[in-house]
């Protein structure tokens, strides 16, 4: 089985090398088809990438409240712990997700919600990645979610 070389790296890894050195990150955006799909956005915070999900109709779950769908902000959620995790990682490759636990706290209303991670703990085979998203304010997040990702596989 041969190696492949460093010239042939695939298309995904170029564009995160990409948001490390010249923060592009509509590139990435547009590389994860669901963040495509919904309208993800990501943009540079003073503490970081944080993930923005700007308001759409299409989006909504729930007519009669309206609330944006309860799998958007998952999808979201999942998003923002891959985005910190590429940022604040050497590794120069796609998350590759294990587990992601949410916590739905508030009706998500027809608005912009922005989602943020931040990587708690990193072992050797994963890290930990704790993220809330909110509309008003970060002091009332309408979710939270902890996501564990697959940093190397186990040998075995």
Do not use: C
């Amino acid at each position: 089985m041969s190696v492949p070389s460093a010239s042939k790296k695939p298309a995904l890894v170029s564009l995160t090398e990409r948001l490390k050195t010249e923060k592009r990150f509509q590139e990435i955006d547009q590389a994860i088809p669901y963040a495509k799909f919904i309208g993800l956005k990501t943009e540079m915070r003073p503490s970081g990438p944080v993930s923005l999900l700007p308001f759409r109709a299409e989006n909504i779950g729930n007519s009669t409240l309206p609330a944006i769908h309860g799998g958007v902000i998952a999808a979201m959620l999942e998003h923002a712990a891959a985005i910190a995790f590429l940022w604040h990682h050497e590794k120069q490759a796609m998350p590759k997700p294990v587990s992601l636990n949410i916590n739905y706290l508030r009706l998500a209303r027809p608005e912009d919600i922005v989602a943020e991670g931040q990587v708690i703990r990193e072992g050797r085979q994963t890290a930990h990645i704790a993220v809330s998203a909110w509309q008003e304010s970060p002091e009332k997040p309408i979710a939270t979610a902890t996501a564990n990702i697959l940093l190397s596989m186990p040998e075995v």
